[in-house]
């Protein structure tokens, strides 16, 4: 990534995944990496996503998901609407069959990688218990491996990822059908 400024900081953010937004987000303030910036498009995203996801699952012997088109276009217009607006908060989506699984990472645009993205979520690993949702976090607090633990939920059978940017974040929006993180059970 390019050297920035003395005192330029990237911000990251992570939210809850496949829960509902709930006041605003922690913002978590990082010095910004130095050196060239990550490549990116579509391909890159995919790419990186399907590596990250096939690799936790395969980590606890779970099938791989199943990269869907239609779920990557659900992702796309939730990212391109987070942009838009500058908001971070999960979408509002109905509690029947058709709600999707949804991680959010927002970062200073640029300067993350679509691997560093990915690997932020799976370091949750650290804190995750295997024990019925919402106490499946070592720290008591949900929010802290909800992203992994839609990552390796076994109902979930496919996903989708897209990225939009505004002059100041990135934007990444992974979906999942069927949704994971509900209440009273385990991941896998």
């Not at 999707?100 to 799976?122: A, I």
């Not at 496919?158 to 991941?187: M, T």
Request: hydrophobic share 40%; glycine share 8%.
């Amino acid at each position: 990534m390019a050297a920035m400024p003395i005192g330029f900081h990237a911000v990251l953010t992570l939210l809850l995944a496949a829960a509902p937004a709930q006041g605003s987000p922690q913002r978590v303030v990082e010095a910004a990496p130095a050196g060239p910036r990550p490549p990116r498009g579509t391909a890159p995203l995919r790419a990186a996503m399907v590596a990250g996801h096939d690799r936790a699952r395969a980590d606890l012997g779970l099938p791989p998901l199943r990269w869907d088109p239609a779920l990557v276009a659900a992702a796309d217009v939730y990212a391109r609407e987070l942009a838009r607006t500058a908001r971070f908060a999960h979408s509002v989506q109905p509690r029947d069959a058709t709600r999707q699984g949804e991680n959010l990472f927002v970062g200073s645009r640029g300067d993350y990688s679509f691997v560093e993205m990915m690997d932020l979520w799976l370091a949750e690993k650290h804190d995750f218990v295997n024990r019925p949702a919402p106490g499946f976090s070592r720290t008591g607090r949900p929010g802290d491996v909800t992203h992994y633990a839609q990552i390796v939920w076994r109902a979930t059978t496919a996903y989708g990822c897209a990225l939009a940017s505004n002059a100041r974040d990135d934007y990444l929006v992974c979906r999942y059908s069927p949704s994971g993180n509900d209440a009273g059970e385990r991941a896998y």
